[in-house]
Each structure stands twice: as C-alpha cells, then as structure tokens.
C-alpha cells in the first residue's frame, strides 16, 4: 500500500489543524524565486524557437530535435501556469492572472476556464461519485462488465497508450480547450474566446515570420512532446495499483491527498523539466504551495517522507492498469476481467 501500517495510524491520528500547519509555511510565494523561474524557463524557450528559426537553413534534423526539447521546456511553461491557476506563483492575484494568461498562450490553454475545471480535480480526485471533470475516464470493474460492447470499445480506445499518450493531448490542448464547457460561467467562457483570438494572433504573427506550414509542423512537433510527456505525468499522478477511490462519505480529503495522489521521484533533470510537479501529494494536501517550495515541504516532515515513491521504471508497468477493482481497492489490468467472470460476477449487456 501507500503507507505502511506505522504512517496509516499516524495519518489518521492526524487532525486537520495538525497537518494544516505543517504546510501553511510553504504555502508564501516568493517573488524572487518565482522570477528566476520564469527568466530560466521563458527565456530558454523563446531562444529555442530562434535556434528553429536558424536552423531551417540547415536542416530539419537539427529543426525538430530543437522543438522536441521546447516541447521539454513547454511543460515546465505548463507548470508556471498551473501555479498561476492556484493564485500560488506570486502573492500578486493580479500578476498570477496576466502570467497565467501569457503562459496559457503558450500552452493554447484559457486561463480562467482551466482554473475552473482544475479545482474541480482537486475538489474531487479519488472520489468515485464524482468523476468526469480534470480527470482520466476510469471505469469500475462492475461498470465495465455492465456496460455495452460500444461503450466497451470506447473505454478501451481511450485508455490505449498510442490514443491516451499521443492523439489525445494534440486533441485537448490544440481543439477541446478551443471550446467552453456548457456548465462554465461568463468569465470562463469569455476566457476561451479571448484565448482563441490571442492564439489567432500568435499563429499569424508566427507565420509570418516561419511561414503557416514551417510554423504549424514546429508548433504540432513542440505541443505533442509537451502534451505526451503532460498527460503521462498527470496519469502516473493518479493512476497507479494502489490509488486512493472512495465513494460519498468516505472520501477523505486527506487521504485522497497522501494515497490518492502520486509520489513521482524523478532524476533531477525531469524533475526540473517538470516544475516539481512528482511531489504531487504535496500538492493535493495544498494547492497553495507553489511548485518551487513543494520539495522542501515534502523533506519537512516523516509524515510526508511516508509515502512510497514511484520511480520512473516502476512507472512504466502504471500504463498496464485500465480498470477500478472496488471490492479489493486497487487498479488492475483487463486480464483481472477473467478472475471476475470465473467467479460467476456480472458479465454485462452483448448488445
């Protein structure tokens, strides 16, 4: 499991007042902090698209390696903007909303109607009764046995590494976030349509000076490696055998922080690539902390230092897990489908 026995009585001794100032420390954004990591990660990236600019007179093998580590820096531009989401980045709401918008441009994702929808993750990750908004479409073991060949057909589709970790980003960031969501506000909708004009601007001014084919290729090329390397960190966060899910009452926020949430020990250089994103039950426990303090808060308490990692190698078997198992509390693969059938469970409509 997450913790061992020694952590789990810990942790539920715990009250909220208790783990609440453990972190609130963390929670104050620094200014000069939060300044380096835009020069060192704005900065680099723009001198990146340059080097693309000046290498197409050379060749598109020196072009595309180029983009593919722009695409490296793009999820740290990412990271910067989640951040500005959480209102954690700066102290300033006002700084947060014009770095969160700019660094939205960058990514092709509207500042206000993200942040929305990404409180709803927080406000709900680990918590079965309330899926389908900021997350990764996770069916029950019972819900897929139940459900219909189409439906079946659909799920696996999705959860297929080729659509899951490289059609499907290029679809969320490039077309999905283009359009509001029915349920949004005023503002987060106006978010989108601002959003949509200003990537307008961008892709011509770009155009302009790459043509719209040289453009667009280096654009696709720098979103899929941002995106892939985004949507599978983002699944390892939430997505592996002994994940946290909890249905109505149950659910526990904390909890669903320390066991919901991944500890994804990177070696240094993604760690970096990704804004420290891996100490991701740090995160959920408080999305207050700006990603530049969640490592020191992480190494602050036993409590913390409780939860198992996972390693990038031990990651990998992450992308085997398709469905919730709820009678043993652990995700497992499609073969666990055979163990169900043989014990007489429901083996759901054929139509």
């Not at 500005?84 to 939205?104: L, Q």
């Not at 490039?174 to 949004?184: D, E, G, L, M, Y």
Request: proline content about 4%; hydrophobic content about 45%.
């Amino acid at each position: 499991m997450m913790m061992d026995s020694a952590a789990a009585n810990g942790k539920s001794s715990t009250k909220v007042e208790e783990w609440r100032h453990l972190v609130v420390k963390f929670e104050k954004p620094s200014l000069g902090l939060a300044t380096w990591q835009l020069v060192n990660t704005l900065g680099p990236y723009a001198l990146l698209w340059y080097l693309m600019y000046l290498s197409l007179a050379w060749s598109w093998w020196i072009t595309l390696p180029l983009a593919a580590l722009a695409g490296a820096f793009l999820v740290r531009v990412f990271i910067i903007f989640h951040d500005c989401g959480h209102g954690s980045f700066f102290k300033s709401p006002r700084a947060n909303v014009i770095t969160g918008f700019f660094t939205g441009l960058l990514t092709l994702t509207p500042f206000h109607h993200w942040k929305w929808e990404h409180a709803i993750h927080h406000a709900t990750s680990g918590n079965l009764d309330k899926r389908g908004i900021g997350d990764i479409w996770t069916m029950t073991v019972e819900e897929y046995l139940a459900a219909s060949r189409a439906k079946r057909f659909s799920y696996r589709l999705s959860r297929n590494p080729v659509v899951l970790f490289l059609l499907a980003p290029l679809y969320l960031f490039v077309i999905h976030q283009r359009f509001p969501k029915p349920s949004a506000n005023a503002r987060e909708k106006r978010s989108v349509y601002w959003m949509n004009l200003a990537i307008l601007a961008m892709g011509v001014g770009m155009s302009l000076v790459f043509g719209w084919k040289t453009y667009l290729i280096l654009q696709m090329t720098v979103t899929l490696v941002a995106g892939a390397m985004g949507v599978w960190m983002f699944y390892v966060q939430h997505q592996f055998e002994d994940v946290y899910w909890e249905r109505g009452e149950e659910w526990d926020y904390f909890t669903a922080a320390l066991e919901g949430s991944s500890y994804y020990k990177l070696p240094k250089v993604l760690q970096w690539f990704s804004g420290n994103i891996g100490f991701h039950h740090i995160h959920h426990l408080s999305a207050r902390i700006p990603n530049y303090h969640l490592e020191k808060c992480h190494r602050s308490h036993p409590l913390f230092q409780s939860v198992k990692p996972i390693t990038l190698l031990s990651s990998l078997k992450c992308a085997a897990y398709r469905l919730w198992d709820e009678e043993n509390k652990q995700l497992v693969g499609y073969r666990h489908l055979k163990t169900y059938m043989k014990q007489g469970r429901m083996v759901g409509k054929q139509g």
